[in-house]
């Protein structure tokens, strides 16, 4: 599957929005990825989640942070035919809770459905490390590092965006009048 083909269903889902959006970051952007709207439809979360899982072998668990990435680390499993579990926050930490449990010596890839900085990624390779795995890889749908590797782990995405971005003073959709909006999670 080719770059072309995963923008066509971020677009046909809505994942990709085009407006006036303040980032996690603070930043402003023209352009949001929703990623979380790919997953509604199971045939084609399906589809990207089989895509990204080919690129690797010998996984035995996947696991991603929540709450992007909860139904992704699954679908991946799925496709693996491996575990999956996803870290969360508590008490602002990134951990493994509900009984999740990674074994020493345990093969585990790590996904995201968009990476921008991989802060969260960072996070969860931390938590699978200090429990003794090997993390194999990063798997994400969208990476906007702007080409960029952070983890020191091979990283596959379908797809690299590079979406501009300006603080709050120097945008030109504030500038303009354009309202802004905050879509994201936190």
């Known amino acids: 599957m080719d770059g072309q083909a995963v923008l066509d269903i971020l677009d046909c889902t809505g994942a990709r929005m085009e407006g006036h959006f303040r980032l996690s970051s603070g930043r402003h952007a023209a352009t949001y990825m929703q990623c979380g709207r790919v997953f509604e439809s199971a045939s084609l979360a399906e589809k990207l989640c089989r895509e990204l899982a080919g690129r690797f072998s010998d996984v035995d668990a996947v696991v991603g942070p929540a709450l992007g990435a909860v139904i992704m ?7 693996l035919g491996c575990r999956n579990m996803f870290a ?28 921008t900085t991989g ?6 390779m931390g938590v699978c490390l200090e429990r003794g795995a090997d993390v194999l890889g990063v798997g994400a749908l969208v990476d906007r590092t702007s080409g960029g590797n952070p983890f020191g782990v091979p990283f596959e995405a379908l797809v690299r965006i590079s979406i501009p971005s300006w603080t709050a003073e120097e945008c030109p959709l504030c500038k303009q009048g354009i309202p802004c909006v905050k879509p994201g999670s936190r």
């Open 73 to 79: 680390s699954y679908e991946v499993s799925r496709c």
């Open 88 to 115: 969360e926050r508590e008490n602002g930490v990134m951990t493994l809770r509900r009984g999740f449990a990674i074994r020493p010596g345990e093969r585990v890839l790590v996904v995201e459905d968009a990476v």
């Open 119 to 124: 802060g969260s990624v960072k996070e969860v």
